[in-house]
């Protein structure tokens, strides 16, 4: 099945720029469409960004959109989100998730990484 | 967007009896759409994608059902292992979007 690990979550100041990675191991990435979906503390799931499995397409939701911006390297197995101009709103749990039908669009998710926290403060 | 409405919030249930749990669409997802189950410091775990089709190892006690705007997860006998919280997830359009949550907690 695979495992997906995030990283780069962290404490920063509002304002300021995060990039989150995540790892994928036991699959060929360049195969899947892939996700970014937060949790914030106590809350609900709340989808962020999609890219197709090439990365000429993206999506985004609107809270995010113009703010952040998924991107990924399949030679390398890892997707990325760069988080900029980041609010007290963007603390949350991040995780990566992955599409179960390779090269597909619109499908649910098999399998998500655990979540890197991001906490947004002065 | 999409907007995907769970009900109820929290569901008290004892274990061994039948849970119920609805999740509407704003309009209509036809059967784009998955349940997942998500236990405390846990990542969520898909259960029903398509409306109605467990994924791989998911017991038989999971029934998904409904299309267009209206669906259930039926869980028909509770097991401990069971007590979390599930969410809906359409992906028929994007922004993808996913309910707010049931927790379903022992009675």
């Known amino acids: 099945q695979g495992q997906l690990v995030e990283s780069g979550g962290g404490v920063v100041q509002p304002g300021r720029s995060l990039r989150l990675s995540c790892e994928a191991s036991g699959f060929n990435l360049s195969n899947y469409g892939m996700h970014w979906v937060r949790q914030a503390p106590g809350k609900g799931l709340e989808w962020l960004a999609v890219i197709v499995h090439d990365g000429s397409n993206m999506y985004y939701a609107d809270s995010v959109k113009g703010r952040f911006t998924i991107s990924r390297d399949n030679s390398k197995n890892t997707l990325y989100l760069q988080m900029n101009s980041l609010r007290a709103e963007d603390t949350a749990l991040y995780y990566c998730?992955?599409?179960?039908?390779?090269?597909?669009?619109?499908?649910?998710?098999?399998?998500w990484g655990q979540g890197t926290l991001v906490t947004v403060s002065s | 967007e999409i907007v995907l409405t769970q009900s109820p919030a929290t569901l008290s249930v004892s274990p061994g009896e039948r849970a119920t749990l609805s999740c509407w669409a704003s309009q209509s997802v036809s059967t784009n759409l998955a349940w997942y189950l998500q236990k405390p410091g846990q990542a969520p775990r898909l259960l029903i994608h398509g409306a109605s089709t467990r994924a791989t190892g998911i017991p038989v006690r999971f029934i998904g059902s409904g299309s267009g705007t209206e669906f259930t997860l039926t869980i028909s006998s509770l097991q401990s292992e069971d007590f979390a919280v599930y969410f809906c997830h359409q992906y028929n359009i994007w922004p993808e979007t996913f309910g707010q949550g049931t927790k379903v907690e022992i009675k």
């Open positions: 998730a992955k599409n179960q039908v390779p090269y597909a669009s619109m499908v649910h998710f098999d399998f």
